[in-house]
């Protein structure tokens, strides 16, 4: 009887040894995949042109559910989560700006939950579950990218855009309240948004140019009707998250086609609440930047709107 | 070993195992023919992997339930009926007895959940998909270890507790269980004092679907993780030591 008992407490020991090995596992293949492929089009993204734009030059936190996975110059370390949620964000940690991400089993099962993570993100999602896979993720990562460089080297810019009477806290508010509620304003965007593809369609520069022209005549008469700080919030929107979409869907082009691409990014022409639609209307004048001011992203400091860069062409 | 194959007997006897198993087969031959379409996404799913996943989802979910409904009177019964004394006389501990109604329990569940694979490996058959059979059985093994922690876990709390109230947390626990990946990514999408409580509850309960998820990646040729297998079998370990935990005041 007493060798059972003994037998009985060694498989304890077995099962418990076992399961703390094991549960070390560390980051998966996959997400390590997903990081060496991201670094692998730096070339492509500096042919984008913002200067001094680098991947390696900021950690990636991936979250597991339960810890963060810190990767930075061919190192990965275990660290505690920084955030207990998935988000896909750039965070000030010890003093630099680092990059979180969900991993990419987690993002494809909350996309299984949800349908569509867009919402609980940051609104900038433009897949439908069944297609987020590693190609979706990578691109995510490079937009998240472009905030922590945004954050690292054109924080005060950005903020400058705000203005002092408007609270980063209070941004998405500001949309719901004086933007979405405003009727006359939702249908004069709904009318600017088909312009912009439009423009985005248009084959000549010059036709282009002619309906930038007209976009921007309906944006002034649509801003009469907003304040100032519903305004600063817009433009701020437009060029925090716009350019990080634009990054996001040029890195998705760079590995699944341009016809993906606008499968994927352009689809989007109806008008969403909250801030989700100026990650769209940004992109656009981004991509329209890039035919009607070529090489605009050099000199692009993000202290002016997107607005103000279509204005002076 | 001889109380264990009495226990079974009186199972076949009482032919609850049949009745039971007709029930989940029914419901899985309407899932796997055309008269049921199920959708993931407004999309119908059609293809055999999709499908076969789908499936392992629910026979793992019904076979976890009859494994409760099996073990849940077994033990009880035993003194309702008066025969532990016919046991006690043998000078077998109490312990031991509990462990040996709680194997067949084990057994008559895993035998059920046996019934329930041999419907997916028909539907292998018909799919045209009988290459996926070999890597079954591994499966089924570890659906196995699912079907054996509910069983055991059921059987254990009916030592101590009314069965309505064994029954009760046993529910709690294949729910909770089955939808461990769902309340696992749930809970860092709410966060804040609710995610912590459904954390809490995550630690507590089993993951069963880990473990159901494991099964299908092995039949569709995708790789282990072997954590899950191994913090299945320490849950396991640990639910059997309410064996030695709890008692019955009658003997």
């Not at chain 1, 559910?65 to 207990?84: L, P």
């Not at chain 2, 009988?130 to 059921?154: C, H, Q, R, W």
């Amino acid at each position: 009887m007493k060798i059972y008992r003994i037998l009985y407490g060694v498989l304890g020991v077995i099962f418990l040894t076992g399961t703390i090995i094991t549960g070390n596992s560390g980051l998966s293949a996959e997400n390590k995949a997903i990081y060496e492929v991201a670094l692998n089009l730096q070339e492509d993204v500096n042919r984008i042109g913002f200067p001094n734009f680098d991947l390696e030059d900021y950690k990636v936190r991936f979250f597991d559910g339960r810890a963060d996975y810190v990767v930075s110059g061919g190192t990965i370390e275990k660290d505690d989560a920084v955030f207990t949620t998935f988000v896909g964000t750039t965070y000030e940690v010890d003093g630099e700006y680092q990059i979180i991400l969900p991993t990419v089993e987690n993002f494809s099962a909350m996309f299984d939950l949800l349908g569509n993570a867009g919402s609980l993100a940051e609104g900038s999602m433009n897949f439908t579950q069944s297609q987020y896979g590693p190609e979706e993720h990578i691109s995510t990562l490079w937009h998240e990218t472009l905030h922590a460089y945004q954050m690292s080297c054109y924080y005060s810019e950005l903020t400058g855009l705000l203005g002092k009477s408007v609270g980063e806290g209070n941004i998405e508010g500001i949309v719901v309240s004086s933007i979405d509620g405003n009727q006359n304003v939702v249908e004069l965007y709904k009318k600017q948004m088909e312009l912009l593809h439009k423009a985005f369609e248009a084959r000549e520069l010059t036709e282009k140019k002619a309906i930038v022209a007209d976009y921007l005549k309906l944006e002034q008469q649509r801003r009469g009707l907003l304040s100032e700080e519903a305004c600063a919030v817009e433009d701020y929107y437009e060029a925090i998250e716009g350019t990080a979409c634009y990054m996001e869907s040029r890195v998705y082009g760079f590995q699944k086609g341009l016809d993906a691409l606008k499968e994927a990014y352009m689809g989007q022409t109806g008008y969403e609440k909250g801030s989700a639609k100026y990650y769209t209307s940004g992109m656009m004048k981004c991509y329209l930047l890039d035919e009607l001011a070529p090489g605009w992203q050099s000199d692009y400091d993000f202290s002016i709107s997107l607005n103000e860069m279509l204005m002076a062409l | 070993m001889t109380i264990t194959m009495n226990a079974l007997k009186e199972r076949i006897r009482r032919k609850e195992l049949y009745i039971v198993v007709a029930v989940s087969l029914i419901i899985l031959a309407f899932c796997g023919s055309d008269a049921a379409t199920i959708s993931v996404e407004g999309e119908s799913v059609t293809g055999f992997e999709s499908m076969f996943k789908v499936l392992h989802i629910i026979v793992n979910a019904a076979g976890c339930l009859l494994s409760m409904v099996l073990s849940l009177r077994t033990i009880p019964a035993e003194y309702q009926e008066k025969r532990s004394h016919l046991i006690w006389i043998r000078g077998v501990s109490q312990a031991g007895y509990h462990a040996q109604l709680a194997a067949a329990n084990v057994v008559s569940s895993a035998i059920a959940v046996m019934i329930l694979y041999a419907a997916l490996i028909i539907y292998a058959v018909i799919q045209g998909a009988a290459g996926y059979i070999p890597t079954m059985i591994p499966g089924l093994l570890i659906v196995i270890l699912n079907i054996a922690i509910i069983s055991l876990l059921t059987s254990v709390l009916s030592i101590g507790l009314p069965s309505f109230v064994a029954g009760m947390i046993s529910s709690i626990c294949v729910l909770v269980g089955v939808l461990h990946g769902i309340l696992d990514i749930y809970k860092n999408i709410i966060g804040g004092f609710s995610g912590a409580i459904v954390k809490w509850v995550l630690l507590i309960f089993p993951d069963l679907n880990g473990i159901q998820g494991q099964a299908a990646g092995l039949v569709l040729g995708k790789g282990i993780d072997f954590h899950v297998i191994l913090k299945g079998l320490l849950t396991l370990y640990i639910i059997s030591l309410g064996l030695w935990v709890f008692r019955k005041k009658e003997a």
